[in-house]
C-alpha cells in the first residue's frame, strides 16, 4: 500500500501567523519543526496501518520547509521551489490514497491565513465549483484516481474538505479565533491524533471515492485588482471577463488547468504598487 502525503505549514500544530512560516520571519525555525513533527506523525501512522511507501511533498511556499535531517527515515521527500504540480507534485496512480496535512481555508473564509494560493487571489473556479488549495489538489489526485482519505489543519480546512469529499476523515489540530490566532493542540497530543487518524483514514479509504474532475474543466480566477489580472491574461489562452478581474481559461483537462493556474498566479505576482 502507498500512501502520498501533502504538507502545508499554514495548517500546523501551534501556528498562528505569519512570522511562523515566512522564512524571513523570527519564528521561521520553529515553524520548520512544527511541520516536520506534524508531518512525521502521519508517516509513522500510515507505517502503523501497513503502508510500504510513503511519498512526502513539500507544499509551502519555495517548499524546502520539512527537515530532512528530522523526517521520518521510512519517507520519501520531494522538495524545492520548480514543480510541474506544485502542491501534488509526484502523485500518480500507483497510490492506495492521499493525505493532506498542515493544510487550510480556501480564500475569503474564516481560519488561520485563509488564502488560495497566492494573497493576490480572491476567488478560483472550476466550472461552477469555487474551490482552494483543498479542492484543486483533490481534483488532480482524482484525475489520477487517488482518493483524498485524511485532511488535516485547521478547523477551518476541516470543515472544508468535510463539505468538499464525502467521507474524508479529519484531524483539526487548532481552532481559529482569528485569522492571525489559534488556540492549539500541544504538539504531543496533536501527534497521536494525527497518528490515530491517519490509521482511521487507510481503514476506512474505501469508503472514499476520488474527487472526479471535470472533462475540459473552465478555470477562473478572480484578482485583487486589475493590474493582477492583466498580468495573468498574459499566458496565452486567458481572458480577462469584462467589467471584473476574473481571468478565465479553457483547458482540456484537470492538468493543465492546474498548471495554468500556476502560470497565472506566477504572472499576476509581477504587479508593483508603485
Not at 59 to 75: D, F, G, I, Q, V
Amino acid at each position: 500500500m502507498n500512501i502520498y502525503l501533502s504538507v502545508d505549514m499554514e495548517g500546523i500544530t501551534g501556528i498562528p501567523d505569519y512570522t511562523f512560516v515566512d522564512s524571513s520571519a523570527h519564528n521561521y525555525d520553529i515553524g520548520r519543526e512544527l511541520m516536520t513533527t506534524d508531518a512525521n506523525a502521519v508517516i509513522e501512522g500510515a507505517l502503523v496501518a501497513g503502508a510500504g511507501q510513503v511519498l512526502v511533498n513539500d507544499s509551502h511556499s519555495k517548499m524546502n520547509n520539512l527537515l530532512p535531517t528530522m523526517l521520518h527515515p521510512e519517507a520519501e521527500l520531494i522538495n524545492g521551489g520548480v514543480k510541474l504540480y506544485s502542491m501534488v507534485e509526484g502523485i500518480g496512480a500507483g497510490f492506495d490514497g492521499a493525505i493532506f496535512t498542515g493544510y487550510h481555508s480556501r480564500a475569503g473564509q474564516p481560519g488561520v491565513m485563509s488564502h488560495s494560493m497566492i494573497h493576490g487571489v480572491r476567488n478560483m473556479w472550476i466550472n461552477d465549483k469555487e474551490i482552494g488549495e483543498i479542492g484543486f489538489n483533490a481534483y488532480v489526485a482524482g484525475f489520477h484516481g487517488v482518493p483524498v482519505i485524511m485532511v488535516a489543519g485547521d478547523d477551518g480546512a476541516c470543515r472544508e474538505a468535510e463539505e468538499l469529499i464525502p467521507g474524508v476523515v479529519t484531524a483539526a489540530v487548532k481552532k481559529s479565533l482569528t485569522r492571525s490566532a489559534v488556540q492549539s493542540l500541544s504538539p504531543a497530543k496533536a501527534y497521536n491524533l494525527l497518528m490515530e487518524k491517519t490509521q482511521e483514514a487507510i481503514a476506512n479509504k474505501a469508503n472514499v471515492q476520488p474527487l472526479l474532475p471535470p472533462d475540459k474543466p473552465v478555470l477562473r480566477i478572480e484578482f485583487t485588482n486589475y493590474g493582477q489580472a492583466e498580468w495573468a491574461a498574459f499566458m496565452p489562452g486567458c481572458e480577462i471577463e469584462p467589467g471584473t478581474t476574473i481571468v478565465r481559461y479553457e483547458a482540456k483537462d484537470i492538468l493543465e488547468a492546474y498548471r495554468a493556474m500556476l502560470v497565472m498566479i506566477e504572472l499576476a505576482l509581477q504587479t508593483t504598487y508603485r
